[in-house]
Structures are given as C-alpha cells and as structure tokens.
C-alpha cells in the first residue's frame, strides 16, 4: 500500500493533469449557449455589457477575464485565447481561498487530507474549481450565472452546488457566489477572488492605495498565516490613510475592515499619472482581503504590473484555524458579494 506521502503526490498530480476533478464536476452541456462565446484555452468565453461597460467570463473556473470601460481595461489579465495560467488571474476561489496547510484539517472529527495543488510548499491552495468547466446557467444582455455542482472527492466528500453570477449596471460590476450543500452532512466553506486591477499605470508602484483594514496576518516560510493577526500601525501595511504603494511588497492578508452605514469595506485606488479611478468594494459576508502585489509571479515581466485586491470570507487555513469559516448543514445556503466602481477623471 503506498504510503500518505506516495498517495498525495498521485493526487496531486491528477490534479494537475486536470483528472482528479474531471470525474466529480457537472460539465458542460452539450452547445452550451452559442451567442458571445469564442472559443480558446480557458474554454468558452461569455460576454455582457451595459453601456460602454464590458464584461468577459470563461467557461473554465468561471473566472473574470476582462473588465472593460470604454476602450480601457481595469483587469491585468491574460489573452483572449491563453489561460490564467498559475498567477490565478481572475480566478474564483472555492470552497477555500488561498492555502490549507499540509491540505490536511480535521472537520467534524475525520482528519481530511487533500492533493498538494502547492508541491513545493506542501500546501492545497485556492480551492478545487479553478481547472472546472462550470456552464451558463442564464445570461441577458448584462447578467450571466455560471453554474457547477461538486461532488466528493479526496479530502472533501461534500456535495455542492454552486452559482457564480456577474452583473453589471448603473454602478458597475457585481459579483455574487452562492453555495448550497447538497449533501446530508456538515461542509466546511470559503469564497475568495483573484482579480489583479491596473489603472493603466506601468508598475502599480504609483498607484495611492486605500485599505480598510485595521490588522493584518504575520506568516511562517510557507505563507501559513499566524494567529491572531496583527496591528497594521506601524507597518508598511498600513494603508488607512491614502498612500502610494511604493517599493512596499505584499502576499498580504488583511483583517479588521472598516465599513461604511451600508456595511461595505471599500479599497481605493488612484494615481497622479492615470485618469482612471477604481474602487473594490466587499459585503458583510467578505470580512477578509488578500493583497498581492505580484513580486513572486512566475514570469517576470509581469511582476508588479497590477494589484490583486482579492476579497475573501475567510482567512487563509480557515479549514484549520478557523477565520470566517462557514459551516453548512443539509439543505443551507450561504451568498457573499464584492464589486468594483470606477470612473475616468
């Protein structure tokens, strides 16, 4: 019999040959919709608009591939006919964000161990959809619903379905999960986002950021945060104040947001040198933030050309520490949404 070792690395080589969840996720139905989809190697790809506002969805991870307003875009993104490649340009995040340590946790008393999608690290990072081919569930003129239902696995014998819908409208782009357990246990959930924004600027290092947050996560050697996480004041990671982000280097979790009366945690981004504005904005169901300003992205010429304003409902590990971690029973469902306002001075 192989040992734990022998069997996570088959496993995870499954998954990064695509096997692993090709046998325990809906595909696509067969012609899917024909209107406004191209073909490429992130799958199918889905448009809508309002205005001179554009949105572009791929079929694979249903991720967020372009975000267009008029001629510019607020998205660094990969091609039309590439894929997200490992730098999870606009990937969604699901049932965990960022990284489970060793992919092993204990939940409901079994000690689960999932594939190393972070071999080197030994970590299971970003969840099990983002290599999926989810379907259109509707799509209008402004509104498309991607749909795919999970079902057990190595490491997470839990039964999902999910519902990814992007809207845009008078004041820009939504973006809503949605999850209900389909099974007759517990699940253990999280939703995160990777999109990297850009205001046309060559290196982010312009950019004047505004950051909600009130504390952030210190990390061991493999980016598993430690607990609890700490006082930004201080720090180069204090963005309260509207500040230019510099030299300053983030892989960076956040905690402790600010909210406005309406509940929503708010990110700001301008430049002296741009025209462009931009503001991510996050639900009370997103009570975390990642900030990844791209110094570690495998091709080097497109490290710190956007910034990644990632909105989380967990921390990172949250499957053993914890932070923001839902639990589901039989039947429940649970819903987060963040979005992005821009405007051209």
Not at 35 to 40: C, F, L, Q, T, Y
Not at 110 to 136: K, Y
């Amino acid at each position: 019999m192989a040992s734990g070792f022998e069997r996570r690395t088959l496993l995870t080589a499954a998954v990064g040959t695509g096997l692993a969840m090709t046998s325990c996720a809906s595909r696509t139905p067969a012609g899917g919709l024909g209107a406004g989809a191209r073909s490429s190697l992130s799958g199918k790809q889905y448009e809508i608009s309002y205005g001179d506002q554009r949105v572009v969805v791929t079929e694979l991870g249903a991720g967020l591939l372009s975000y267009r307003v008029g001629a510019t875009e607020l998205l660094d993104t990969f091609g039309p006919r590439d894929y997200p490649t490992g730098s999870s340009y606009g990937q969604l995040l699901v049932p965990w964000p960022n990284r489970i340590d060793r992919g092993t946790y204990v939940f409901d008393g079994v000690t689960q161990e999932l594939p190393w999608s972070e071999p080197q690290a030994q970590n299971a990072i970003h969840g099990l959809t983002r290599w999926v081919n989810w379907f259109p569930v509707e799509q209008s003129d402004s509104r498309l619903v991607m749909g795919l239902t999970t079902h057990a696995q190595p490491g997470y014998p839990f039964v999902l379905k999910l519902r990814q819908t992007y809207e845009l409208g008078r004041y820009g782009l939504t973006v809503t999960n949605s999850v209900e357990n389909l099974g007759s246990t517990r699940v253990p959930y999280g939703m995160g986002q990777h999109p990297y924004f850009t205001l046309g600027t060559e290196l982010i290092d312009d950019i004047v950021l505004t950051l909600p947050a009130r504390t952030h996560f210190l990390t061991n050697d493999r980016s598993i945060p430690k607990t609890p996480p700490v006082t930004v004041q201080n720090t180069p990671y204090d963005f309260r104040s509207p500040r230019p982000v510099g030299d300053t280097v983030m892989d960076t979790g956040f905690a402790g947001l600010s909210r406005d009366r309406n509940g929503l945690a708010w990110v700001h981004m301008t430049s002296p040198v741009s025209r462009v504005r931009i503001s991510v904005w996050l639900d009370k169901s997103c009570d975390y933030l990642q900030v990844y300003t791209g110094d570690t992205l495998p091709v080097v010429e497109r490290r710190r050309k956007g910034l990644a304003i990632e909105p989380y409902t967990c921390a990172s590990n949250a499957f053993n520490n914890g932070l923001g971690l839902r639990i589901l029973g039989p039947g429940k469902r649970s819903e987060a949404r963040w979005g992005v306002r821009s405007s051209m001075g």
